[in-house]
């Protein structure tokens, strides 16, 4: 941890002598929706299996087995090298730091509602209004607004039954704070830099409250595992274990800076310390969410054993009428919710303070985790959208290529019409609807029976596909008409057809699409 530098004059510190020092810090040192026209359904298990035996696909952003060995089969968990192996990673990913503030705090679902109160609360005493807006916003919009959305969506309780704890939530009711007449001696924009600052450690405080059930509850449930595979197990609960671990340690980090001093001189430089393990942790997780989702939705309609256990399990009041879903979708809350904290609290800091670079840096590094989640995510849904449309197409005759290949996404699919060359000759015009899959790579040419595709002809994209307009006033064609060239094709000849979408619209993208030259 870098030593926090000095305040600069007339920002009042306070050392902290009745704060609690944290228990362990020597311990510190050790560091998903399927497609709507994609049938039949696809299995997760199934499509994860056939993916990884392409053994050309980089799976380094998901999971492994390894972490995972509570899941292994009892007769694996009989030997004692494999027990002794199992317990040891169980107390590595265990830290026996225990925040005061997390009884304080509601669970990570009910905070942002209860914080949302106190804020309104805040802008009838000193807090301005627009701050109190400000606030309102960040609770409520981006990633927040998922967070609220979850909610109501997956939890639903009434208003009145939101869990309010008697011991406050906001830093100027602390007793650090009040002892020391902080609220008299500090300026407005101060305690409101306090309060902002503070939400850091009060959100970490709840979300590792959460994460807790989520882990000692839910995952830890030996029932629960007993309904589920190994690889289900792994796929829902993914590596939420080493997640808390890593909240656990950036919490400790967060209240060891307030029991340095009350008056937090910042925050930037203990969250760019802990960004390389966000990163680590954050982006597999995510990425891994699509599946959860898709997983926990089959779960629930085929697996009565799994719905009978799982139920059994939310009812418990540690859950506090929240399902397993809200649980599991907290990482990803989180981590865009510490961007919007970082954000309000460089609002509220001088632009001449030294801990404004450091703030940006933070910002910036938590920006590129959610980029990254991001990019996760994407590339997860293209592999799920090519294992899909394998199961789809049938080659017959023509020689059949893999379609899940490492690079490979989709770029545009949709029907045409293509027109009849031999009934043209006769002075009649006649069409055949032809389904078009153009990938980054390749292009595929097919006919669509029921919900199959028949490949027809494919074709090297974009070294061997070419397109033309047409003088279709000139040439008697539908105006909407255009000349796709295979230079190379399955057929064994060059292939010339001329096509006709639907609309103009349609003519425009797939001729840029389809062009060598976007």
Not at 59 to 72: A, I, K, R, W
Not at 495 to 518: A, F, G, N, Y
Request: contains cysteine.
């Amino acid at each position: 941890m870098e030593i926090m530098g000095q305040p600069p004059s007339g920002f009042p510190t306070l050392e902290s002598s009745s704060a609690e020092e944290p228990e362990g810090l020597d311990e510190r040192k050790d560091c998903l929706n399927q497609p709507e026209d994609c049938s039949p359904v696809l299995d997760i298990s199934s499509a994860l299996r056939s993916v990884a035996l392409m053994g050309t696909w980089n799976f380094g952003s998901l999971p492994s087995f390894e972490e995972d060995d509570s899941t292994l089969s009892s007769d694996d968990q009989d030997t004692s090298a494999e027990g002794a192996a199992a317990a040891a990673k169980e107390e590595a990913l265990s830290i026996s730091f225990q925040s005061k503030y997390l009884l304080t705090f509601p669970l990570y679902q009910d905070y942002c509602l209860q914080e949302v109160k106190e804020m309104y609360s805040l802008s009838k005493s000193f807090v301005s209004e627009p701050i109190a807006r400000l606030s309102f916003y960040h609770t409520s919009q981006s990633p927040s607004r998922v967070e609220r959305q979850q909610v109501v969506t997956l939890s639903s309780p009434p208003p009145n039954l939101i869990r309010v704890h008697a011991a406050s939530t906001l830093w100027q009711d602390l007793d650090e704070v009040k002892a020391a007449g902080l609220l008299s001696s500090l300026t407005t924009r101060q305690i409101r830099l306090q309060e902002s600052t503070f939400e850091l450690i009060g959100s970490e405080a709840s979300y590792l409250r959460s994460l807790g059930v989520a882990v000692d509850h839910f995952y830890a449930s030996m029932p629960l595992k007993q309904t589920l595979s190994q690889m289900e197990h792994h796929i829902l609960f993914s590596n939420i274990r080493r997640v808390k671990a890593a909240s656990e340690r950036f919490l400790m980090d967060l209240t060891n800076r307030l029991g340095q001093s009350v008056v937090i001189y910042q925050v930037g430089d203990i969250v760019l310390e802990h960004c390389p393990a966000f990163c680590t942790l954050y982006v597999p997780y995510v990425t891994n969410m699509m599946y959860q989702e898709a997983l926990i939705n089959q779960l629930l309609k085929q697996n009565t054993d799994f719905v009978f256990s799982l139920s059994k399990l939310e009812s418990d009041p540690v859950c506090q009428r929240q399902h397993l879903k809200s649980f599991l979708v907290l990482p990803f809350q989180r981590i865009t919710r510490i961007k919007l904290i970082l954000e309000s609290i460089l609002k509220l800091t001088d632009s001449d303070s030294d801990t404004v670079s450091t703030l940006e840096k933070a910002i910036e590094a938590i920006h590129e985790i959610v980029m990254e989640c991001d990019k996760g995510v994407k590339k997860m849904k293209q592999i799920e959208e090519l294992v899909c449309l394998e199961m789809l197409l049938d080659f017959g005759k023509l020689k059949s290529i893999p379609l899940v290949v490492n690079g490979r996404f989709l770029v545009r699919e949709g029907p045409v019409r293509q027109l009849d060359l031999e009934m043209a000759y006769n002075l009649r015009t006649s069409f055949i609807s032809i389904y078009l899959h153009l990938f980054n790579d390749l292009l595929i040419i097919s006919s669509k029976k029921d919900q199959r595709f028949v490949v027809e002809d494919h074709a090297e994209y974009p070294t061997h596909v070419n397109v033309k307009h047409l003088k279709t006033e000139v040439l008697v064609l539908p105006p909407d008409s255009f000349l796709l060239h295979l230079s190379k094709s399955q057929t064994g000849q060059p292939t010339i057809m001329i096509l006709v979408p639907h609309t103009r619209s349609d003519k425009e993208v797939w001729m840029k699409m389809l062009s060598s030259k976007q």
